[in-house]
């Protein structure tokens, strides 16, 4: 089959209005982030995304129940997870940002699970595409804006141009379930000047 020369033409400025508006979508994207910088000085020193409870662990699996709240502390969702496994995991990626570090949970896993095929936790926090964690009612449009399009980056593996970007393992002490002390209440703690704890309540 031949292609007629006016139908390559026509291909040819459909293939580059395309590349262009994805070239101005990336752009703007990236200011975006960008502006993000002079906009979380708002952020207080910690941050509670998750709290979760040991409901069960019996034949060598273990069942948590995992609520995630906003900024200004209100419960935006729970969800358990059954997993084969005696300890509960969470990746995180961590980024640093002007003088504070922001952390997005990614997965769930356990010691018998690995990492990569842990169950990703996105859909658990996200509302339209927006990161609910970092949701709060005196945040700004430019916070907002800005949170918004480093998630999408996150979410989409698009790591290559965000600075200052590492990921960071949380998981509970073997010796919680060891002790048979179900019913543990943990939070995972996000010190904005950096770090992340994991606190038992």
Excluded at 76 to 85: D, Q, T, V
Excluded at 151 to 180: C, H, R, W
Aim: no cysteine.
């Amino acid at each position: 089959m031949k292609f007629k020369p006016l139908a390559i033409i026509l291909l040819l400025i459909v293939v580059a209005v395309a590349v262009y508006f994805v070239f101005l979508g990336t752009k703007n994207q990236e200011k975006k982030i960008k502006a993000l910088e002079n906009e979380i000085e708002f952020l207080k020193e910690e941050q509670v995304p998750i709290r979760y409870k040991i409901i069960s662990q019996e034949n060598d699996e273990i069942e948590v129940s995992v609520k995630f709240y906003d900024l200004d502390g209100k419960e935006i969702a729970k969800e358990r997870f059954k997993m084969p496994g005696t300890v509960a995991s969470f990746d995180f990626y961590v980024v640093k940002m002007a003088n504070k570090y922001i952390a997005f949970p990614t997965k769930i896993f356990t010691d018998k699970i690995e990492p990569k095929n842990g169950t990703s936790l996105y859909s658990f926090y996200e509302n339209e595409g927006f990161p609910m964690i970092f949701y709060s009612e005196s945040s700004g449009k430019l916070f907002n804006e800005g949170i918004k399009a480093l998630y999408e980056k996150l979410k989409s593996g698009d790591l290559e141009n965000i600075e200052n970007i590492f990921g960071n393992m949380v998981q509970n002490a073997p010796q919680t379930i060891a002790n048979g002390v179900e019913g543990t209440v943990f939070k995972i703690v996000v010190h904005t000047k950096g770090g992340i704890e994991l606190i038992e309540e």
